[in-house]
């Protein structure tokens, strides 16, 4: 099923889909909102009522009266043309193109892959669908990248579009994986020999597929032996798997050790942590 109509579906089956919004007062700038589709009453098309049946019956009199006879009932009402449009969220859930419509107003989110922008302008709706960016791949299973077209990743074991493009934080660098853009920490080893007597660790930030291998993981450390992995290091310094973003107190953390009775590694910072989420 197409995005659209399973927006469609989804909006009419429920009453209202919870959506990000762009609404825009008049023509003017966009503000983001979460809300939810509310169905505009004024725009629900209103039919006539159908008409009741009576029974009418004659009265007696000492002359003798006659019985009267059933009302053949009211006549159907006639259907009323649909009111227009007054609220965008409404309009964009069971608008068409060429509806009519009150006011100015402009609204815009995402479904899946595809851009929906409806707009009332000269009293007229207009709706734009655009899914170019839409891939055969999109939600496909996968298990690497290479599963997936050219600008998608495999995150979650499902293709998805890339993630939009953005500064790194913490000193990584970015670097480009199948088509996109991906923030990862610096190794300080690929080996145990770089690391003078300590073991090298995988990194938390991994391509899909790579099972903490030190050639396909980033934010790879040298510590003391005694540790399974980095997942209890500060991500500043290892990294995140893939899903989770590094959250905290956005100080990069440098000396990570293992503490071989715990197996848990303690990083020294000055800020709270850092952790993935």
Request: with cysteine; net charge negative; glycine share 12%.
């Amino acid at each position: 099923m197409d995005p659209v109509t399973k927006l469609r579906r989804s909006a009419a089956a429920t009453g209202g889909a919870l959506l990000v919004a762009y609404v825009c007062a008049g023509l003017g700038a966009c503000v983001s909102k979460h809300t939810l589709f509310e169905t505009d009453p004024a725009s629900v098309e209103q039919g006539g009522s159908a008409g009741k049946t009576f029974a009418t019956g004659g009265v007696s009199s000492s002359a003798g009266g006659q019985s009267g006879t059933p009302n053949s009932g009211g006549d159907a009402g006639a259907a009323v043309a649909p009111k227009p449009w007054t609220t965008c969220l409404a309009a964009a859930a069971q608008g068409e193109s060429g509806d009519a419509c009150v006011g100015g107003f402009e609204c815009s989110f995402q479904e899946d892959c595809c851009d929906l922008v409806t707009i009332c302008k000269s009293g007229q709706l207009y709706r734009s669908d655009d899914c170019s960016k839409c891939s055969s791949t999109t939600g496909k299973s996968c298990k690497l990248d290479d599963d997936c077209d050219a600008g998608q990743w495999c995150v979650e074991n499902a293709c998805a579009p890339c993630a939009a493009k953005q500064d790194c934080s913490f000193g990584w660098s970015s670097i480009d994986r199948h088509g996109c853009a991906w923030c990862v920490p610096p190794n300080g080893c690929t080996d145990d020999s770089a690391c003078s007597g300590l073991s090298c660790y995988a990194g938390q930030a991994c391509l899909p597929g790579c099972a903490q291998d030190l050639k396909c993981c980033f934010g790879n450390i040298c510590a003391e032996k005694g540790c399974p992995t980095t997942a209890s290091a500060d991500c500043s310094r290892v990294g995140c798997a893939q899903g989770t973003q590094c959250t905290g107190s956005n100080q990069t953390t440098t000396d990570c050790k293992c503490d071989p009775n715990s197996g848990l590694f303690i990083c020294s910072q000055s800020g709270s942590g850092n952790i993935c989420k």
